[in-house]
């Protein structure tokens, strides 16, 4: 006996359900879709403007090298501080093409020696190193055309001041216990620098010239 074929009966609840799993779906993937928008507004950073202007306030923070602050000590005893510094420059105005700055400078450095010699005497050796300088900037950006770059160079008068202090334990030579001089000066020097803002406040910037060190770099802030 032939069975006739009779075609499978939908059944409405499956569709029902999927519909439901695909409507889910497309809201889970829409929510996500505002989560991610919103984390990248909170996260990710505005497109940065470097400029220098008038009314402008950059911060610097930074360590130096080449300095040739080592004063002959070597081993074990030997110690240098990092070649800190900290600089500080106000927009002022136009001037030709760029524009002028004014500021500080802040730069400071130790080196000592601690070591006994000959099993007697605990040598206790110190020199601190500090700048303090008046700056004027000129800054100029139009020959690059990138929004997150500013070039700038300048000239700054500093106060620099070298103090050394021995504070060796002679026993007997009490008299030779805690020797100290300094010595101190002005200075007139000139440097070229760079500063790129990787957001509207952060940066990283880098100088080359007269400061506590001839090479100076670290982070640059937008007050």
């Known amino acids: 006996?032939?069975?006739?074929?009779?075609?499978?009966?939908?059944?409405?609840?499956i569709s029902v359900i999927?519909?439901?799993q695909n409507h889910l779906t497309r809201m889970r993937s829409g929510k996500l879709l505002v989560v991610a928008g919103v984390m990248a507004s909170i996260f990710l950073p505005a497109k940065a403007?470097?400029?220098?202007?008038?009314?402008?306030?950059?911060?610097?923070?930074?360590v130096g090298i080449l300095?040739?602050?080592?004063?002959?000590?070597?081993?074990?005893?030997?110690?240098?501080?990092?070649?800190?510094n900290l600089h500080y420059d106000h927009g002022m105005g136009k001037l030709g093409p760029g524009t002028w700055g004014l500021g500080g400078y802040l730069g400071f450095k130790t080196a000592s020696y601690r070591a006994?010699?000959?099993?007697?005497?605990?040598?206790?050796?110190?020199?601190?190193?500090?700048?303090?300088?008046?700056?004027?900037?000129?800054?100029?950006?139009?020959w690059h055309g990138d929004s997150n770059l500013d070039t700038y160079a300048g000239l700054m008068l500093a106060y620099n001041s070298v103090t050394f202090r021995n504070?060796?334990?002679?026993?007997?030579?009490?008299?030779?216990?805690?020797?100290?001089?300094s010595g101190s000066g002005l200075g007139l020097g000139a440097y070229v620098g760079a500063r790129y803002f990787l957001s509207d406040q952060i940066g990283v910037y880098g100088e080359l010239g007269y400061g506590l060190t001839?090479?100076?770099?670290?982070?640059?802030?937008?007050?």
């Open 1 to 13: 006996m032939k069975i006739p074929f009779r075609p499978a009966r939908a059944r409405p609840w």
């Open 18 to 20: 999927f519909a439901q």
């Open 214 to 223: 001839w090479l100076q770099a670290g982070l640059a802030i937008r007050l």
């Open 167 to 181: 504070r060796t334990d002679y026993n007997s030579y009490t008299y030779l216990d805690n020797y100290r001089y």
């Open 49 to 62: 403007q470097a400029q220098f202007h008038e009314g402008a306030d950059m911060l610097g923070v930074g």
């Open 116 to 142: 006994w010699h000959h099993q007697l005497v605990h040598l206790d050796y110190r020199y601190t190193y500090l700048v303090l300088g008046v700056r004027g900037t000129w800054h100029y950006n139009e």
């Open 67 to 84: 300095g040739g602050y080592n004063a002959g000590w070597h081993g074990a005893g030997a110690h240098q501080s990092p070649a800190l």
